[in-house]
């Protein structure tokens, strides 16, 4: 539940006895000190120990780790909530995943991102998750996971993630130098962002056609 290794006090906290004294797990040497806690003596231990839990009481202790770790490890948090099969773990991937990406650690926001977005069952965490893990793999160089992910919001029924998602499509696909496919789907998206007078989109949308047009030589369409 809390790993191969582990601190005293959150195990304490998780089994809800603030004064658990680890000294018969030490004596039979299912656990063994460690200089940041307690060390299982073998991973077999661990695993032993995990597959007895009733389904019941390995949800609950998964969601009494997944608040343990809320503010201090954002995706155990999301992991554990996972595992406790908690509707709310996919906006904590998504969490995570942003919080991941903030540091540099962008393919470790990918991973969280696709994570959430394999699990997610709301319309809106599917759509938020599919344009974060899109453009964590646009920022990494993997064209097909972004393209994958933006197909996902690129379905979506709001105007403004379907625009978000066609510009991601679009993105992925001028990556790959699949130009001819990328002039469509930013035809497909130009009226969209048009309707909503949203400015952001359009400049993204003239920013990716002028790229386009410079790939093909075509100079003054680039400038126009």
Do not use: W
Request: proline letters at 4%; glycine letters at 8%; hydrophobic letters at 50%.
């Amino acid at each position: 539940m809390l790993g191969q290794q582990f601190d005293l006090a959150d195990l304490a906290s998780l089994i809800n006895r603030r004064d658990y004294d680890p000294g018969e797990l030490l004596r039979r040497q299912l656990v063994r000190p460690e200089e940041r806690g307690l060390l299982f003596g073998h991973a077999l231990i661990r695993d032993g120990a995990y597959a007895s839990l009733t389904r019941e009481r390995r949800v609950a202790l998964h969601r009494a780790a997944a608040a343990l770790f809320k503010d201090r490890d954002p995706p155990l948090h999301a992991e554990h909530l996972d595992r406790a099969d908690d509707p709310a773990a996919a906006r904590a991937y998504l969490d995570a995943a942003q919080g991941e990406a903030a540091a540099y650690r962008v393919d470790r926001a990918l991973g969280l991102a696709e994570r959430g977005l394999a699990i997610a069952k709301l319309p809106e965490d599917r759509v938020a998750l599919g344009l974060a893990a899109g453009r964590f793999a646009l920022d990494i160089g993997l064209a097909k996971p972004a393209r994958a992910a933006f197909a996902v919001a690129a379905a979506a029924e709001a105007p403004r993630d379907r625009c978000r998602g066609l510009i991601g499509l679009a993105a992925a696909d001028r990556m790959q130098a699949d130009i001819p496919r990328a002039m469509n789907t930013l035809g497909e998206a130009e009226p969209i962002a048009v309707a909503l007078d949203d400015r952001a989109l359009l400049s993204e949308i003239c920013y990716l056609r002028g790229n386009l047009h410079f790939a093909l030589g075509n100079a003054d369409e680039c400038l126009g």
